[in-house]
């Protein structure tokens, strides 16, 4: 089971035992005082409650603190880059390295800012290191103040609506009364004392239970307790959650911003409950796909095969001249998609031009389609275009790559040649062709390995009256990756835009600031 889960059944089944006895009593006290004959049978029920509940309490020890990370452990939204995915592990190894917190050990604000201050420190080292940097420069230096603010806005605001959903009488109880809680637990443990004190004179024979008794109260501490490791768990969840959008550069252009551009695919990570913002203008931009290809890989009729009729080609891609720029729709999404069709690498006639503009294309893709001929076994002009890819995105560790989808074409010249009965079912291969094509994916496999996110075998020839559909094929692969590749764009888009902000704000600030000096307006 969870972690939460046995966090919550732990505290009811605690609050049961210790509080049915007293039920229990409200309901035959009155008559076991007067009819002393069943008293002697009722009073062990309050010791042997009890009594259960401190061995209960012994052997079902309380989580702590340090337990808070395999109970809440932070997810990465789908727009977080592998970057930032490797930092989740960095929080968690800190909150499971904190020092407990309980009732004794109220968290004071020098403790949340020393964690705080400590688990910035270590994200740092793990942004730096993967950017080339190191420490000495220290681990706020990099930071701007915006987004050191961004951080403490969002993870209290956050904090606030968790407080509010989850602590009873928040909104009500004032800090000052909060601060006498303790006092208040004091004064109904010496109340409690008293009482049980008092009927012992009635049945001296409890007094032999008062050891137990006092232990088992120690119930209603632990449960405080509980309540205080859950709060402050939830602070080191947040504020690492907000540290690693921080380090990633997300929170330039302050809270605001972030929650407009991001809020709906993160408010089911750090707002569990809250509504969701919008992702105002950027929910719109276009996932771009680029299809790249040797040349006679059948690239050009996958293009074909694959925008039929709704195909518009609007220009070349800036900055190029063959980069054909197509925009269509999916059938069942109704995403705006931008497909790039380059020009066909790996031969004798490819200027050095041509190749620059198939690196640019690769470069801005969310998704790329990298066709390949499934009867041609000469891959290395492929896996290169892959290695330069993954080089290209190593140096840019706060975009998230594209997805890259094998597209195997030509599979009628698989063995059998002379046989071709589609639909071939590669995946569960149980004749000859079907094997043939499964064989040529395990073998493209084995070049890529993980780098290679699907695979698409197709035929788009115009030989067979009964071609395979790419519709059948590569658009399942297309939707089930869609997600991915429009994080991919929202993020890169996101980022440009926050460059262009950074100066229009420092020009109006300048302005502002001119206004106010020569005007004399605050």
């Known amino acids: 089971m969870k972690g939460g889960y046995w966090f919550s059944l732990r505290m009811f089944v605690l609050l049961a035992l210790w509080a049915l006895p007293v039920l229990f009593y409200a309901v035959v006290g009155s008559i076991a005082l007067y009819q002393t004959g069943w008293f002697r049978w009722i009073v062990w029920v309050l010791p042997a409650l009890w009594t259960l509940a401190w061995i209960v309490g012994k052997l079902w020890s309380p989580p702590r ?11 990465a939204p789908e727009f977080w880059s592998p970057q930032d995915e490797a930092a989740i592990s960095v929080v968690d190894q800190f909150r499971e390295s904190v020092a407990d917190v309980s009732s004794q050990s109220l968290p004071g604000m ?56 989850k602590v009873p009488g ?36 409890r007094l032999l239970s008062y050891p137990l008794w006092r232990k088992s109260g120690r119930v209603t501490v632990e449960i405080q307790n ?12 947040q ?42 203008s950027l929910r719109d931009v276009a996932t771009t796909i680029a299809v790249m290809g040797q040349v006679k890989a059948g690239k050009s009729s996958l293009v074909n095969a694959l925008v039929q009729e709704n195909v518009a080609v609007t220009s070349v891609l800036p900055q190029t001249r063959e980069v054909a720029r197509i925009e269509f ?4 999404s109704s995403n705006k998609l931008t497909l790039l069709d380059t020009p066909g690498y790996s031969e004798a006639s490819v200027t ?36 330069q890819l993954g080089e290209h995105y190593r140096t840019k560790s706060h975009l998230k790559p594209p997805t890259i989808i094998a597209v195997l074409t030509h599979i009628d010249f698989l063995r059998p040649v002379r046989e071709w009965s589609p639909p071939y079912d590669w995946r569960h291969p149980t004749q000859l062709k079907e094997e043939s094509i499964a064989a040529a994916v395990a073998y493209t496999k084995e070049l890529f390995g993980e780098a290679i ?21 590569l658009v399942p692969q297309l939707l089930e990756h869609l997600d991915h590749g429009h994080s991919a764009a929202i993020l890169k888009a996101f980022y440009q835009r926050l460059s262009r902000q950074r100066y229009e704000k420092l020009a109006n600030q300048l302005i502002g600031l001119a206004k106010s000096v020569v005007l004399g307006r605050p």
Not at 226 to 237: K, V
Not at 242 to 251: C, P, V
Not at 454 to 472: K, L, N
Request: negative net charge.
């Open 226 to 237: 509980e309540l205080i490791r859950a709060f402050y768990g939830r602070y080191l969840r």
């Open 65 to 75: 603190l340090q337990h808070a990370a395999h109970r809440k452990p932070i997810h």
């Open 352 to 387: 050095r031009r041509q190749q620059q503009e198939i690196e640019t294309a690769a470069e801005i893709a969310d998704i790329v389609l990298l066709v390949m001929a499934a009867n041609v076994s000469a891959r290395e002009p492929d896996v290169q275009i892959v290695r």
């Open 110 to 165: 020098d403790r949340f800012l020393a964690d705080a201050s400590e688990l910035a420190r270590r994200l740092a080292a793990h942004y730096h290191a993967a950017n080339g940097g190191g420490e000495s420069d220290g681990f706020l230096n990099r930071l701007t103040l915006v987004e050191v603010l961004a951080v403490i806005h969002l993870a209290a605001e956050d904090l606030e609506d968790w407080t509010l959903r």
């Open 453 to 473: 996110a699907g695979y698409a075998c197709v035929y788009t020839g115009d030989v067979h009256d009964a071609p395979t559909s790419v519709a059948d094929e």
């Open 170 to 205: 928040s909104e009500l109880a004032t800090i000052g009364q909060i601060g006498r809680v303790p006092g208040y637990i004091n004064i109904l443990d010496n109340l409690q004392k008293v009482a049980y004190l008092g009927s012992a004179i009635l049945n001296p024979s």
């Open 239 to 280: 504020v690492g959650y907000y540290m690693i959008e921080m380090y990633s550069g997300r929170l330039r252009g302050g809270s605001r911003n972030y929650r407009e551009q991001f809020g709906r695919m993160a408010s089911a990570v750090h707002a569990a409950g809250g509504s969701a913002d919008a992702l105002s």
């Open 329 to 332: 729709l999916l059938p069942g």
